[in-house]
């Protein structure tokens, strides 16, 4: 049997590219995308995998890239994450009409495209996963994030019409909201005096995705949380 396609849809240095490297380590065939192709070729290089340059929110892109990755794998897609994302934190008189569609656009937008894209070959397959990086921002707005929480809100409410519609029919969808902050270069040059214990690993994250995603079908979760046990004590999804 021909080892299953996985598709990561942006492959930044945190989740994205941990959950590339977990399931092309699993035996799965493992499809990256981004905006940039050399970012994409270095990591599926280092995988064994294949990627793919696109705009997350670009429809056209999309369908010749899914088609691409179709052809060059000779299989269809099983399983797709959701990693995509656009961060636009500021008040809201400093938030731009811009700022607001391209949040939109690059988080609900842009799932909306992908699900389009590969349920209905899920469906006659009668399987395959649809797992979403998501954010606290899902669950409630804050001063800083009046174009990122609505971007969210929109995200995760699509995902559970995804679980509700495609669940009978054997596709599991579910939702990640990280409630913390991902270990990467960045966080910590941001927060230089953080406790190594406070940082959310990615790669553990992606061990988690991993293992949700192959959950068997009487057992399936659709939405969790993620956070380091130190500071459950703030956990903004509670």
Known sequence: ?????????????????NVAKKFAAEGYQVAVTARTQAKVDELAAEIGGRGYAYD?????????????IRQDFGANIHTLIYNAGSGVFK??????AEDFE???????????????????????QQSGVIGMT??????????????????????????QS??????????????????????????????????DIEFCSPAAIADTYFAVANQPSNCWTFEFNIIPGPIMGSMATV
């Open 91 to 96: 008040n809201f008189a400093s938030t731009s």
């Open 1 to 17: 049997m021909a080892a299953k396609v996985c598709v990561v849809v942006g492959i930044g240095p945190g989740i994205g590219s």
């Open 134 to 159: 998501g954010a606290t921002a899902s669950l409630r707005g804050m001063p800083n994030t009046p174009a990122f929480a609505p971007a969210r809100f929109a995200q995760r409410s699509l995902a």
């Open 102 to 124: 391209r949040c939109w656009r690059t988080i609900a937008y842009g799932l909306f495209l992908h699900a389009k894209e590969v349920t209905p070959e899920m469906v006659a």
């Open 162 to 195: 995804l679980a509700r519609e495609f669940g009978p029919k054997g596709i599991h969808v579910f939702y990640s909201i990280i409630d913390g902050i991902v270990d990467t270069p960045t966080t910590r040059s941001w927060m230089p005096d953080k406790p």
């Open 56 to 68: 997350a929110a670009d429809e056209q892109g999309i369908k010749q890239a899914f088609a691409a």
